[in-house]
């Protein structure tokens, strides 16, 4: 049952509540293959996008008992676990909107290993408003996953860039896609200077287009896709092909949970071979390793990892890493 479905979460557009829940019911068919096993973090409006909304993770208390969860130990000190959702069918992907859960955001890993990822995601963050060079920069991560052997799928982020990933066989190490992501990130910057950077602080990347390989770190998450974004229009994360982003005609936030529909119609499932593409990066990392030198490489991981400066001296002069699983020097 929907509780208030008249409420409006969208309110340039008059979108409600039962809108949103009939979308993702229409939509599950295409979208519970690729998030299905994946722990979820919701991303919740109750009073709607022009209100401040909040990031839930634990769904420990106060939830159905039929709704699926996982376990999982936090990364901090404190010995606790986190009691993810997660989306295995129609009813689960309802039940989320029903919670005014605009956006599921979900692990680039799925059980039963969630320690290992299937995916590799580059998510183009640009800092201006300029649609050709996105493309241009879009492109350019397409060239060059092309170049190392690999097949590369293209989503709209429903947001600012496109979400750019690299399906995974699972017999790689913990950490390698994270690993690989910033190495291509360091290689295209160094080819596009003027386009791109990894610097994480929005203050140092000029006009530049933020190459964020960061949701690859363990633990973190990514717009999932057909996901419906919080932003006026409910547009979607929704894949496109390398020719329509070739050709223009495709934007950040083209489709909208209202049209939405009619694009699977005319086009399909274009992640529909996703699954039988899945490679490994063991040769495309030793080939990636070889384009750069090893300042080339720190660069990168100082440039992705540097945060600004708090006004209270971190404890005992460490710098907080562990977002990005590194150890601080002794």
């Known amino acids: 049952m929907i509780t208030h479905p008249e409420k409006v979460l969208f309110p340039d557009s008059g979108i409600t509540k039962g809108e949103l829940c009939a979308y993702y019911e229409a939509v599950a068919p295409s979208m519970i293959p690729h998030v299905r096993g994946r722990p979820v973090t919701m991303e919740r409006f109750p009073a709607g996008i022009e209100k401040k909304g909040f990031i839930q993770k634990d769904v420990s208390k106060g939830f159905p008992g039929w709704l699926e969860r996982v376990e999982v130990g936090k990364r901090d000190e404190?010995?606790?676990?986190?009691?993810?959702?997660?989306?295995?069918?129609?009813?689960?992907?309802?039940?989320?909107?029903?919670?005014?859960?605009?956006?599921?955001?979900?692990?680039?890993?799925?059980?039963?290993?969630?320690?290992?990822?299937?995916?590799?995601?580059?998510?183009?963050?640009?800092?201006?408003?300029?649609?050709?060079?996105?493309?241009?920069?879009?492109?350019?991560?397409?060239?060059?996953?092309?170049?190392?052997?690999?097949?590369s799928y293209v989503k709209t982020s429903g947001s600012k860039g496109f979400h750019i990933l690299v399906p995974l066989d699972r017999e790689g190490e913990a950490q390698g896609a994270w690993r690989f992501a910033l190495g291509a990130g360091a290689v295209l910057v160094r080819r596009h200077p003027d386009l791109l950077t990894q610097e994480f602080i929005k203050a140092d990347r000029g006009d530049r287009i933020f190459v964020d390989t960061g949701r690859n770190v363990p633990g973190a998450t990514f717009a999932a896709v057909y996901a419906v974004r919080a932003r006026p229009g409910a547009p979607i994360s929704a894949p496109c092909t390398w020719a329509e982003v070739e050709g223009g005609t495709v934007g950040p936030r083209t489709f909208t949970l209202r049209t939405m529909a009619a694009r699977i119609a005319e086009v399909g499932e274009l992640w529909s071979d996703l699954d039988a593409r899945r490679s490994s990066l063991g040769e495309a990392h030793t080939r990636l390793r070889a384009m750069l030198t090893e300042a080339e490489w720190n660069e990168a991981l100082a440039a992705s990892t540097r945060r600004p400066v708090s006004r209270k001296a971190p404890r005992d002069g460490i710098q907080k890493t562990r977002r990005a699983g590194l150890k601080p020097k002794a």
């Open 78 to 151: 404190s010995g606790g676990s986190v009691h993810y959702p997660l989306v295995g069918d129609a009813r689960s992907l309802v039940w989320l909107a029903n919670q005014n859960s605009i956006t599921p955001h979900v692990w680039i890993s799925r059980l039963p290993r969630l320690e290992v990822p299937d995916l590799c995601v580059f998510d183009l963050d640009p800092s201006a408003d300029d649609p050709e060079a996105l493309r241009t920069a879009a492109l350019a991560v397409r060239d060059l996953i092309d170049e190392l052997g690999l097949p």
